[in-house]
Structure formats: C-alpha cells, structure tokens
C-alpha cells in the first residue's frame, strides 16, 4: 500500500481528451515529511507515520511533541497520521508523484456535521403524508414489538447525531496528478468540507484478525 | 481556493465575441469509430449560460422544416472554430420566443452597421 496526506480545497469541473466535462475533487496532497518508522521488533507493527500541513510559529506545540518533529530535524506538522507503507525511511518526504494518473485511490475524511438530525434525513425513513389530518409527519413510527422482546433491538435506527465521522470513499479516479503544485485531482466528491484532512491511499485498509 | 482558479484558467479558450442572436457556425470534431472529422453546426445563437469554464451557449436552427438545438461547452476542446456569420439585434438575454415562430417570424434582425 502507499499513501499520502491532504487537504480538501474544493471541486469544479475539467474537460477530459475525448471532450467529456467530469466534476473533480481538488487536493492539495504533500508534501508529507516521514517522522517516525515504526518497526515490527520495536512496535509490533509497520507503518510510517507522516506529518503535513507546516505550523509557521507553533507556539502551541506541545514540548513532547516539539521534541518528536526535533528527532528528524523537520518543522511542525498540524496534521500526523500513520500509514503502513514502505520504501521510506523517517526524514524522508513523499510526494503526490508517487501516485499516477488513471490509479484507484481509497480517501478518507471526516464528513460534514449535520448535528442531531431526525429520521427521515439520518435513515431515510419515508415518514407520513404531510396533511389531510396526519399526525404522523416526519416520526420514526414503532420501533419494537411488545412482550417479546420487550426492549428495543441494538442498532435500531433512531434520530440522533449525523455527519461528523470518518468515512472513507473507495475506487476514486486519479484524473490528473499536478506535480510542480502538489496537487491532485480525483473524479468525483471526497468526504467532507473544504480544507478538511485527508488520508489518500492506494487501497482500503482492511482490519486483520491475528489468530 | 485560489489553485481551483488556476486549474479553471487552464481550460479556458480564447473566444471569438459573439452575442445572442447572431449566426454562428460552430465546427465540432466528432469522433466516428477510429475516424475524426469536423462537423459544422450553423444557427442562431438564442442563449448564453454559466460563467468561467462551466459557460455554454444554446444554438438553434431549422434544419429540413424541424428545428434543432445544441448547447455547446463554450470552453470544450472539441469546438474547433466558432464563426460569427452574421450579427442579429434582440433585445433580449433569452430567445426562447423563436420557438414557437415559423417561417419569416423566426428571424431576427440583421445588425446594417458592424459592431466593433
């Protein structure tokens, strides 16, 4: 797997070869600077973890924290996140040219809030007619039987929080790659708003079970 | 905010001046199989849309009694050429009115002096 950190900076529109318009995602993805390797022996795991997004002044960085970007004599990082990835070594930076045009790519990102939200906007609930003397607008209706089982099921779609969660889009189009400028675009939306974080990566990880 | 700017400059073409209701022939190139030749569109311009890179304009033209329209990508790499046949003098942003006009009803006026 290889991977990259970004930023989100919004989309718009571009014109392909074959003259077809197709609405992409601008990133400004890397540079990324390697701050620590992870080892097997030493941490149980492989993985680079990677710092982006340069903090000019970084007086609110913390002394532990100054130490650790000290440690590969690199500046101040907003934005810190491992990716098991390998080829680099820490001090290293990475670039979006490790990604090239045409590849899928996995991104994750924190969506958009929405805040409490009922269920017809949360769940797609179809609710009730809207008139003719219906009480039943926009409510979740029963949300259980009676004696058994007498409770609610677990994961019972209620109203509650929405958005504001790591979501991860798959099989994302690299449409163009744009070196000189750390920029890259991708065919179509890219979780969350406009300048939010996120971890471009080759694939999805997927979580291993260690028998 | 500012780099999505530049990547839209990037696709934008140099257009030659045209308003609503002038006559225009578009060239398209148009891909037939592994074959590409230009094909010519001629009519009125009766609409223009968008701004920047999004632009499109609305051409009309009665073609064997039956009137066509095509919206152009103003920007689309496909347009090759766009000709100003002839300049026209409405006093409106949308055409739409020629839609349902026949014959000497669906022209337009012809601008008698140039316009710079």
């Not at chain 1, 074959?18 to 540079?31: C, F, M, Q, S």
């Not at chain 1, 040219?97 to 899928?104: H, L, N, P, T, V």
């Not at chain 2, 009137?67 to 949308?94: C, D, M, T």
């Amino acid at each position: 797997m290889k991977g990259i950190l970004g930023k989100k900076l919004g989309m718009t529109q571009i014109f392909m070869e074959d003259g077809r318009l197709v609405g992409v995602t601008v990133i400004e993805a890397g540079p990324v600077r390697v701050l620590q390797k992870k080892e097997k022996d030493k941490d149980g795991y492989e993985t680079l973890q990677m710092g982006f997004d340069k903090i000019r002044k970084g007086k609110n960085v913390t002394k532990p924290m100054q130490g650790h970007f000290k440690k590969t004599s690199s500046p101040m990082f907003r934005f810190l996140k491992e990716i098991g990835m390998e080829g680099f070594n820490a001090g290293d930076d990475i670039r979006v040219d490790i990604f090239s045009r045409g590849e899928k790519i996995s991104v994750t990102g924190t969506s958009k809030g929405k805040g409490f939200q009922g269920v017809m906007k949360r769940h797609n609930y179809k609710g009730g007619p809207g008139s003719h003397g219906s009480m039943f607008n926009r409510a979740p209706g029963s949300i259980g039987q009676s004696s058994y089982p007498s409770r609610v099921w677990k994961n019972k779609a209620l109203p509650g929080h929405m958005g504001d969660e790591r979501i991860t889009t798959k099989n994302l189009k690299i449409v163009d790659i744009r070196d000189e400028q750390n920029l890259m675009l991708v065919e179509g939306a890219v979780p969350g708003a406009n300048g939010g974080y996120l971890i471009i990566r080759s694939e999805a990880p997927v979580a291993v079970k260690e028998n | 905010m500012n780099a999505i700017k530049v990547i839209e400059e990037g696709y934008k073409k140099e257009i030659p001046p045209f308003r609503i209701g002038d006559t225009v022939s578009v060239s398209m190139k148009i891909k037939e199989g592994e074959k590409e030749r230009v094909q010519t569109f001629t009519g009125i311009v009766i609409g223009r849309k968008g701004s920047g890179t999004r632009e499109s304009f609305m051409v009309r033209k009665i073609s064997y009694g039956i009137g066509v329209e095509k919206i152009f990508p103003i920007h689309s790499p496909l347009i090759e050429n766009i000709k100003v046949v002839k300049q026209g003098v409405v006093r409106r942003a949308k055409l739409y009115y020629l839609r349902d006009k026949k014959g000497k009803a669906a022209k337009v006026k012809e601008k008698t002096f140039l316009r710079k």
